[in-house]
Protein backbone atom coordinates (compact mmCIF):
# COMPACT_ATOMS: atom_id res chain seq x y z
CA UNK A 1 0.00 0.00 0.00
CA UNK A 2 1.40 3.29 -0.89
CA UNK A 3 -1.16 5.48 1.25
CA UNK A 4 -3.63 5.22 3.28
CA UNK A 5 -6.47 7.05 5.10
CA UNK A 6 -8.04 5.46 8.08
CA UNK A 7 -11.62 7.54 9.00
CA UNK A 8 -9.73 10.57 8.56
CA UNK A 9 -11.96 13.79 9.60
CA UNK A 10 -11.05 17.51 9.07
CA UNK A 11 -12.58 20.42 10.47
CA UNK A 12 -12.10 23.95 9.28
CA UNK A 13 -12.49 26.96 12.23
CA UNK A 14 -14.54 26.59 15.32
CA UNK A 15 -18.04 27.95 16.20
CA UNK A 16 -19.90 29.29 13.46
CA UNK A 17 -17.21 29.78 10.94
CA UNK A 18 -16.37 25.95 11.37
CA UNK A 19 -16.44 23.79 8.48
CA UNK A 20 -16.34 19.90 8.45
CA UNK A 21 -14.35 19.45 5.10
CA UNK A 22 -13.86 15.63 5.81
CA UNK A 23 -16.45 13.49 7.67
CA UNK A 24 -14.54 10.23 8.20
CA UNK A 25 -12.29 9.43 4.95
CA UNK A 26 -11.42 5.50 4.11
CA UNK A 27 -9.50 4.40 1.51
CA UNK A 28 -6.36 2.62 0.10
CA UNK A 29 -4.18 3.67 -2.47
CA UNK A 30 -2.35 0.66 -4.33
CA UNK A 31 1.74 0.94 -5.28
CA UNK A 32 1.73 0.83 -8.88
CA UNK A 33 -1.33 2.23 -9.67
CA UNK A 34 -3.13 5.73 -10.90
CA UNK A 35 -6.42 6.75 -8.85
CA UNK A 36 -8.32 9.87 -9.84
CA UNK A 37 -10.09 11.56 -6.46
CA UNK A 38 -13.06 13.59 -8.37
CA UNK A 39 -16.26 15.21 -6.58
CA UNK A 40 -17.97 19.14 -7.23
CA UNK A 41 -16.41 22.00 -6.04
CA UNK A 42 -16.17 21.90 -1.87
CA UNK A 43 -16.32 18.42 -1.40
CA UNK A 44 -13.19 18.24 0.20
CA UNK A 45 -10.76 17.01 -2.80
CA UNK A 46 -8.15 19.36 -1.84
CA UNK A 47 -8.17 18.66 1.27
CA UNK A 48 -8.31 14.66 1.41
CA UNK A 49 -5.27 15.04 -0.94
CA UNK A 50 -3.03 17.96 1.95
CA UNK A 51 -4.19 15.23 4.59
CA UNK A 52 -2.81 12.39 2.35
CA UNK A 53 0.03 14.34 1.72
CA UNK A 54 1.29 15.66 4.92
CA UNK A 55 0.96 19.44 4.17
CA UNK A 56 -2.18 19.44 6.59
CA UNK A 57 -2.84 18.01 9.80
CA UNK A 58 -6.13 15.73 10.24
CA UNK A 59 -8.26 16.42 12.91
CA UNK A 60 -9.26 13.15 13.62
CA UNK A 61 -8.07 9.41 12.13
CA UNK A 62 -4.62 8.11 10.81
CA UNK A 63 -3.17 8.83 7.40
CA UNK A 64 -0.04 6.32 6.71
CA UNK A 65 2.50 6.74 3.59
CA UNK A 66 4.03 3.55 2.79
CA UNK A 67 4.94 2.36 6.09
CA UNK A 68 5.31 5.70 7.77
CA UNK A 69 2.37 6.87 10.00
CA UNK A 70 2.16 10.40 9.16
CA UNK A 71 -0.32 10.81 11.78
CA UNK A 72 1.08 12.44 14.58
CA UNK A 73 5.14 13.37 12.97
CA UNK A 74 7.09 16.14 14.32
CA UNK A 75 7.37 19.22 12.25
CA UNK A 76 10.99 17.75 11.42
CA UNK A 77 9.52 14.27 10.32
CA UNK A 78 6.66 15.95 8.13
CA UNK A 79 9.62 18.17 6.07
CA UNK A 80 11.67 14.43 6.00
CA UNK A 81 8.86 12.74 4.70
CA UNK A 82 7.27 15.65 2.22
CA UNK A 83 10.98 15.27 0.74
CA UNK A 84 11.85 11.94 0.47
CA UNK A 85 8.57 9.79 0.05
CA UNK A 86 5.69 11.93 -1.58
CA UNK A 87 6.27 14.30 -5.16
CA UNK A 88 3.49 17.63 -5.86
CA UNK A 89 1.79 18.36 -9.60
CA UNK A 90 -0.17 21.74 -8.36
CA UNK A 91 -2.57 23.75 -11.21
CA UNK A 92 -0.23 26.40 -11.06
CA UNK A 93 2.68 24.70 -11.80
CA UNK A 94 4.69 26.66 -8.66
CA UNK A 95 7.97 26.49 -10.64
CA UNK A 96 11.26 29.68 -9.29
CA UNK A 97 10.53 32.04 -11.64
CA UNK A 98 14.63 32.44 -11.90
CA UNK A 99 15.78 29.28 -11.80
CA UNK A 100 15.80 26.92 -15.02
CA UNK A 101 14.43 24.26 -15.97
CA UNK A 102 17.18 21.85 -15.22
CA UNK A 103 17.31 23.83 -11.70
CA UNK A 104 13.96 23.92 -10.64
CA UNK A 105 13.52 20.08 -11.35
CA UNK A 106 16.88 19.27 -9.04
CA UNK A 107 15.74 21.98 -6.45
CA UNK A 108 14.13 19.21 -4.02
CA UNK A 109 16.84 17.18 -4.41
CA UNK A 110 19.45 20.02 -3.38
CA UNK A 111 17.29 21.30 -0.79
CA UNK A 112 17.75 17.60 0.56
CA UNK A 113 21.44 17.40 -0.23
CA UNK A 114 20.75 14.94 -2.44
CA UNK A 115 21.74 14.32 -6.48
CA UNK A 116 19.62 12.70 -9.16
CA UNK A 117 20.76 9.11 -10.43
CA UNK A 118 21.84 10.21 -13.74
CA UNK A 119 20.61 7.10 -15.58
CA UNK A 120 16.83 7.90 -13.95
CA UNK A 121 17.50 12.09 -14.48
CA UNK A 122 18.22 11.47 -17.93
CA UNK A 123 15.02 9.32 -18.58
CA UNK A 124 12.38 11.36 -16.68
CA UNK A 125 13.80 14.24 -19.57
CA UNK A 126 13.66 12.38 -21.93
CA UNK A 127 10.44 10.79 -21.30
CA UNK A 128 8.81 14.55 -20.47
CA UNK A 129 10.02 16.13 -23.67
CA UNK A 130 12.46 18.26 -22.10
CA UNK A 131 16.11 17.70 -23.30
CA UNK A 132 16.37 20.70 -25.53
CA UNK A 133 14.56 23.02 -22.81
CA UNK A 134 16.71 22.20 -19.70
CA UNK A 135 18.16 25.89 -19.77
CA UNK A 136 15.15 27.74 -20.19
CA UNK A 137 13.30 29.66 -17.17
CA UNK A 138 9.45 29.43 -16.60
CA UNK A 139 8.69 32.78 -18.73
CA UNK A 140 10.50 31.14 -21.98
CA UNK A 141 8.34 28.19 -22.01
CA UNK A 142 4.41 27.28 -22.59
CA UNK A 143 2.24 26.16 -19.81
CA UNK A 144 2.04 22.87 -21.26
CA UNK A 145 6.10 22.81 -20.77
CA UNK A 146 6.00 24.37 -17.43
CA UNK A 147 3.86 21.41 -16.24
CA UNK A 148 5.78 18.69 -17.71
CA UNK A 149 8.92 20.58 -15.77
CA UNK A 150 6.62 19.89 -12.86
CA UNK A 151 6.40 16.23 -13.47
CA UNK A 152 9.71 16.05 -13.97
CA UNK A 153 10.55 17.72 -10.18
CA UNK A 154 7.57 15.17 -8.57
CA UNK A 155 8.99 12.09 -10.43
CA UNK A 156 13.15 12.54 -10.41
CA UNK A 157 13.62 11.40 -6.62
CA UNK A 158 11.35 8.44 -7.21
CA UNK A 159 8.89 8.97 -4.82
CA UNK A 160 6.46 6.74 -2.91
CA UNK A 161 3.47 8.82 -4.24
CA UNK A 162 2.86 11.92 -6.10
CA UNK A 163 0.02 13.89 -5.45
CA UNK A 164 -0.98 15.97 -8.18
CA UNK A 165 -3.81 18.62 -7.46
CA UNK A 166 -5.36 19.71 -11.02
CA UNK A 167 -3.00 19.23 -13.30
CA UNK A 168 -4.18 19.67 -15.89
CA UNK A 169 -6.81 22.75 -14.77
CA UNK A 170 -4.11 25.16 -16.39
CA UNK A 171 -3.77 23.76 -19.80
CA UNK A 172 -5.39 23.56 -22.93
CA UNK A 173 -7.12 20.53 -24.44
CA UNK A 174 -3.49 18.98 -26.11
CA UNK A 175 -1.33 20.15 -23.56
CA UNK A 176 -3.57 18.72 -20.76
CA UNK A 177 -3.33 15.46 -22.98
CA UNK A 178 -0.01 15.36 -23.03
CA UNK A 179 0.73 15.75 -19.55
CA UNK A 180 -2.01 12.83 -18.53
CA UNK A 181 -0.34 10.56 -21.13
CA UNK A 182 3.01 11.17 -19.41
CA UNK A 183 1.36 10.53 -16.07
CA UNK A 184 -0.47 7.10 -17.16
CA UNK A 185 3.63 6.32 -18.73
CA UNK A 186 5.05 6.78 -15.40
CA UNK A 187 2.89 4.25 -14.10
CA UNK A 188 2.49 1.77 -16.48
CA UNK A 189 6.52 1.84 -17.18
CA UNK A 190 7.91 3.00 -13.82
CA UNK A 191 5.28 1.59 -11.40
CA UNK A 192 5.13 5.15 -10.08
CA UNK A 193 1.92 5.12 -7.87
CA UNK A 194 -0.24 8.67 -8.98
CA UNK A 195 -3.08 9.97 -6.85
CA UNK A 196 -4.39 13.25 -8.75
CA UNK A 197 -7.42 15.50 -7.86
CA UNK A 198 -9.40 16.26 -10.98
CA UNK A 199 -12.85 17.67 -11.67
CA UNK A 200 -12.28 16.84 -15.23
CA UNK A 201 -14.37 13.32 -16.54
CA UNK A 202 -11.75 12.90 -19.55
CA UNK A 203 -7.93 13.40 -16.91
CA UNK A 204 -10.03 11.09 -14.80
CA UNK A 205 -10.66 8.44 -17.51
CA UNK A 206 -6.74 8.48 -17.45
CA UNK A 207 -6.57 6.88 -13.80
CA UNK A 208 -6.88 3.59 -13.08
CA UNK A 209 -9.47 4.02 -10.45
CA UNK A 210 -11.49 6.65 -9.65
CA UNK A 211 -12.64 7.63 -6.30
CA UNK A 212 -15.70 9.84 -5.96
CA UNK A 213 -15.95 12.49 -2.54
CA UNK A 214 -19.41 14.50 -1.76
CA UNK A 215 -19.69 16.40 0.69
CA UNK A 216 -16.57 14.94 2.37
CA UNK A 217 -17.47 11.86 2.41
CA UNK A 218 -16.52 8.79 -0.24
CA UNK A 219 -19.95 7.91 -2.05
CA UNK A 220 -18.49 5.38 -4.37
CA UNK A 221 -15.84 4.56 -6.73
CA UNK A 222 -14.77 3.10 -10.36
CA UNK A 223 -12.33 0.93 -11.78
CA UNK A 224 -11.01 0.94 -15.48
CA UNK A 225 -13.01 4.19 -15.78
CA UNK A 226 -14.39 5.96 -19.43
CA UNK A 227 -15.21 9.75 -19.14
CA UNK A 228 -18.47 8.71 -20.43
CA UNK A 229 -18.78 6.55 -17.31
CA UNK A 230 -17.20 9.09 -15.22
CA UNK A 231 -19.45 11.68 -15.80
CA UNK A 232 -22.80 9.33 -15.38
CA UNK A 233 -21.54 8.74 -11.77
CA UNK A 234 -20.62 12.57 -11.26
CA UNK A 235 -24.76 12.95 -12.28
CA UNK A 236 -25.91 10.68 -10.08
CA UNK A 237 -23.29 12.02 -6.49
CA UNK A 238 -26.36 14.07 -5.24
CA UNK A 239 -28.33 10.75 -4.78
CA UNK A 240 -25.48 8.60 -3.89
CA UNK A 241 -24.26 11.39 -1.01
CA UNK A 242 -28.16 11.15 0.07
CA UNK A 243 -28.45 7.55 0.57
CA UNK A 244 -25.04 7.70 2.48
CA UNK A 245 -25.84 10.62 4.37
N1 LIG B 1 -8.17 26.65 5.00
C1 LIG B 1 -9.51 26.53 5.05
N2 LIG B 1 -10.21 27.18 5.99
C2 LIG B 1 -11.57 27.05 6.06
N3 LIG B 1 -12.29 26.28 5.23
C3 LIG B 1 -11.64 25.61 4.27
C4 LIG B 1 -10.20 25.69 4.12
N4 LIG B 1 -9.82 24.91 3.07
C5 LIG B 1 -10.97 24.38 2.59
N5 LIG B 1 -12.04 24.78 3.30
C6 LIG B 1 -13.46 24.38 3.09
O1 LIG B 1 -13.52 22.96 3.14
C7 LIG B 1 -14.40 22.45 2.13
C8 LIG B 1 -13.64 21.53 1.17
O2 LIG B 1 -12.69 22.30 0.43
P1 LIG B 1 -11.69 21.67 -0.64
O3 LIG B 1 -11.01 20.50 -0.04
O4 LIG B 1 -10.82 22.77 -1.13
O5 LIG B 1 -12.70 21.20 -1.77
P2 LIG B 1 -12.42 20.80 -3.31
O6 LIG B 1 -10.94 20.68 -3.51
O7 LIG B 1 -13.17 19.52 -3.51
O8 LIG B 1 -13.02 21.91 -4.12
C9 LIG B 1 -15.00 23.67 1.45
O9 LIG B 1 -16.23 23.98 2.08
C10 LIG B 1 -13.98 24.76 1.72
O10 LIG B 1 -14.59 26.02 1.72
MG1 LIG C 1 -9.60 21.73 -4.78
Redesign the pocket.
Known sequence: MAARANDVW?V??AGE?Q????RGVTAEFARGRFTA?M????????????CLAGL?ATSRGEIFIGDTKVTGLSDGGLTKLRRTKVGFIFQQFNLLPTLTAKENILLPLAIAGQKPEPEWFETVIKTVGLTDRLGHRPAQLSGGQQQRVACARALVSRPEVVFA??PTGNLDSRSGAEVLGFLRNSVREYGQTIVM?T?DPNAASYADRVVF?AD?QIVTELSEPTADGVLDTMKRLDVLAGVNG
Do not use: N, R
Open positions: KYGAVVALIGPSGSGKSTLMHDDEVHLG
